[in-house]
């Protein structure tokens, strides 16, 4: 099977393994050129200082994970619209008025350095990952993996786990990969597992939505969407282990490799 | 005037007739002696934190523990412009002037919400600020308003058509000075703080002549060198020393001080780039109001490396200290610990942590903490929004408990990077990591975010602590899911008004904590509510989102 080592931090695996890859390279289900990521090679020194500058200027807006603006998540890649590296560029230093956000003095340099770390998705660490065939793992998600059981994709499958149509979107290969080996790890504490009693003796199994200090919001295991009072429920326990098993237990390194390879592809296009 | 003795006025005058006193005082002049007596006039809320003693107490007793389930919607005023909306209004015989960001001013009826006037400031376009466009405030003096701006200007305008008077620099704007505090009146001087604490500014408190802006005096919180307290720095770093002022101060006539809570060093976030103990950064100062001469300072956090910037309010109360009637300035502190210190001479009386410390192992008989820095990768507790922040507490001397907003259980792992100071630009020496203490959880950031509290209480939660000063515990606690920035107001009818993150505005009794009504406004709240009377009817107005919403009993 064909395998690519790539900077996942990076996201960019055409230029940082170029010896491993051939002039032409399949990512994502599309056929892209080495080239055409040239003007954007960033250098671990360009994370590391857009870390800085990010941490200092945009975090207190954006927050440290770049999901506080409504709309904007930074780490992931994601924009109230299609942003290029240059467009990025351009709303850092003209601001967004209508938005209250300010516009920016920095450097060239400076500039590189905040769109590294924002296409880095955050991670200054450059710890590569191993991708494997999506059309593979696609098979493998469907059929001997079981995640199509409890994972949708595309308006297809249940709604009891984490929708995947944009997983790819959502979290990078790096987090992915240790979602596969160690799912607890990667659960963000909002969608653990929920078990309420309610006062009346009602048991309801489901998923946390959302919660707030006088109520609860989650998918039960019927696929409906609750939102109960608190002064109604007499135990609310939530579970911080994933009842999602380990891909590493069930499937071999090269399917997993597979299986993440078809993950990276979801990116919620329709 | 004791704060007593102002409070036992103020019930005499209330006993003639809340509607008397309201229509006596309309069309009068805001004199320098009615902002000494503010709650006396407990109808307007004529100071940014209600008066001088900043106790965000109002003597109103319409709205009550029995009726509050009774408060409906009057009005509403839509925020114009996108992002946090920190304002706090002040109310002024009916009328009442909101700020929005950047430095715009409105007048509105304060019975109905209809706008008189708006005034747009047109600053300089490179200001620069860490944490938002924000501006928390006017005050006023006689026929006008004063406001400070992003771009570092102090502005008069006329209260009665928004015209700007004058207008002048209070400092330079391309060294990353700012101004969002709203201004203290003292007498015939208006007081502000200077932002820029994360741009190397060096801070300072000045006092201007309300007339024509002209400065009267200037206190630097940070010395020069050869000034007293310039042992706690080394070389050139108190050039750089940050010490930013972005909370209005306090004002105690009796002694004729004025206090003001005094934000982190620079570089934020490396400590040991500054050795020394960094006066008077993460203190606070007693400036003589005539002069600005310090009298007395507390420092909370020497050598802060952890951004506990000391800008709460400083509230004042008269209080019985064991045994003894004394004068006391209450401080519920971002570095996690509640002090109680002697307002007249600065001396520590009572310190003790009400979150998760874990930055120091405890405090010695002065008050100074023995610090316990945290390795590389390892959570400081409280974070990085520390244990509480700049939101307002309150102070009731009917249940003589001090309430504030706090956050629990929340730590942040950072990064410490040395920093060259370019004039303007950022100075921070590092800053939180984006790993966070919970495994898979997101931070918290500053200001709003989606309406999903994806952090959840793993990271940290948000809480009304209801502290007794005289002990350093609580007398009572009520948790909050997500965290807070709301401030809190507390009335003569033992309500406690707040609200959170989560958009819920909530009274409780301010004596057992117990919830009597909530409203879902839909938008974080952030800051204190206000109270005030028009017409002898009691309003109550927040700000939740992009709203301020002034609810009244049903008629």
Redesign the interface.
Known sequence: MSVWFINIGMNRCLWIAPPLVAAVVVFAGQPLAVGAQTDHSYTSQDIQLG???Y???C???????G????GVNL?RGQFRKPMSDDDIRQTITRGVP???M??F?FQPSELTGLVAYIRAG?DVANVPVWIGDAVRGRALFEGKGQCGACHRVAGKGPRTAPDLSDIGSQRNPQQLARSLTDPS??????NRPVEIVMKDGKTIKGRR??????TVQIIDDQERLLSLDKSDIRTLDVSKTSTMPAASKTLTPDEVADLLGYLVTLKGQL | MTFAARTLRAFALLGGGLLALTISLHAQRITSDRILHASAEPQNWLTHNGDYSSQHYSLLTQITPANVANLESKWVVQDEVFGAWQTSPIVVDGIMYITQRPNDVKAVDARTGRVFWEYRYQGAPDARVCCGANNRGVAILGDTLYMGTLDAHLVALDAKNGKALWNVPVADVRLAYSITLAPLIVHDKVIVGVGGGEYGIRGFIAAYDPNDGKEIWKFYTVPAAGEPGSDTWHGDDWKSGGGSVWVTGSYDPATNLTFWGIGNPGPDWNPAQRPGDNLYTDSVVALDADTGQLKWHFQFTPNDGNDYDSVQVPVLADIDWQGRPTKVMMWANRNGYFYVLDRTTGKFLLGTPFVKVNWTSGLDADGRPNATPQGPGLPTYPGNQGGTNWFPPSFSPRTGLFYFAAWENYGSIYRREQATYQPGRNFSGGGPAVVTPVPGAPGVGIGRRAAINNWTDAVGNGAIIAMDPKTGQPKWKVEEYDVTEAGITTTASDLLLTGGREGYFQAFDARTGKLLWKASLGGQIVMAPVTFAVNGKQYVSVVAGHTLVTFGLRD
Do not use: K, W
């Open positions: 870390a800085g500058l941490t200092a200027q975090a207190t807006c954006h927050g440290a994970t999901d506080t603006v409504a780490r209508d938005a209250g300010p516009p003095t955050f790890s990667q659960m963000m504490p909002i939505l959302n919660e707030d200090t006088y």
